[in-house]
């Protein structure tokens, strides 16, 4: 699991002034989601501190769960409106639109455990599950590893352009052979789109006109808002796994929400 740290990400301001709508469109529901984390610290606070100085041990404890309910039914609302933001924004699916079960992966194709999750896992989620119409699979980037990863992300984008978005990212992860190592280069990621069979003179077009730069460094500003801090993370209909977790952990989450 690739551990991220805040100055790897960080933009430079006059990004963040001028980062797209996809970013700043999402202030309100990023209040909204500190606010309820402040609630639960407020919370976890007040039960301890009335323990100990507002009247005996079954009252101070009924109050605790009180709001421990409360601030948890404030939890799971803000959960759902941000997976419903998720669902709206993420540009890459595969499976049905319809599907019960929705996940969202947050990955670098730089990202060594990311590769061992395509490789090792996600397969077998597609062939379980996608395929079968119970779950639809999103990808969103969380470009941090460095310049051959944002590079890479654009690509993905570019081969997004002529319908071949998954094909592109499963050439990427087969193609993985150590950050900022030169896997990644432009001329290897042009290189790539041509053994996919993309019109590589569009393709070699929109890679070097940085098109998508900006719309990538948006994409990782948002995923660090929300408290992504490592690669790859999942919310599953809003339910987190974190890292390069084996299939089963994904089949257990899966099937608590389709049985």
């Known amino acids: 699991m690739e551990d991220l740290n805040e100055s790897d990400v960080q933009p430079p301001a006059s990004a963040i002034i001028e980062e797209p709508i996809q970013a700043t469109g999402n202030r309100n529901l990023m209040s909204m989601v500190v606010v309820g984390l402040i609630a639960l610290t407020i919370g976890a606070f007040l039960g301890y501190v009335g323990r100990g100085q507002f009247g005996p041990e079954a009252q101070a404890a009924k109050a605790t769960a009180s709001a421990e309910a ?4 404030t939890r799971q609302a803000s959960s759902a409106e941000l997976m419903n ?14 599907a ?13 455990y990311c590769g061992k999750f395509a490789t090792d896992v996600e397969h077998l989620i597609d062939e379980t599950y996608v395929n079968t119409g119970k779950v639809r699979f999103g990808y969103w ?15 993905a984008e570019c081969a997004a352009d002529q319908g071949k978005y998954w094909e592109y990212h499963d050439k990427l992860f087969a193609e993985q052979s150590g950050e900022n190592q030169g896997a990644f280069s432009k001329e290897n990621l042009k290189q790539f789109a041509a053994e996919i069979g993309l019109d590589t003179t569009a393709f070699n077009q929109c890679v070097d006109s940085g098109k998508y730069t900006e719309l990538i460094q948006s994409d990782s500003i948002l995923a660090q808002q929300i ?17 390069a977790q084996p299939f089963s952990a994904f089949q257990q989450v899966i099937d608590s929400f389709i049985k």
């Not at 409360?70 to 039914?73: G, K, N, P, R, V």
């Open 85 to 98: 933001y998720l669902r709206d924004n993420t540009r890459h699916f595969k499976g049905d639109a319809n």
């Open 141 to 155: 980037n969380y470009a941090f590893l460095g310049e051959e990863s944002t590079w890479a992300a654009e690509a």
């Open 70 to 73: 409360m601030l948890a039914a």
């Open 100 to 112: 019960p079960v929705t996940i969202i992966e947050f990955s670098d194709f730089q990202c060594p």
């Open 227 to 243: 408290g992504v801090r490592s690669t790859p993370s999942f919310l599953v209909n809003g339910t987190p796994l974190v890292g």
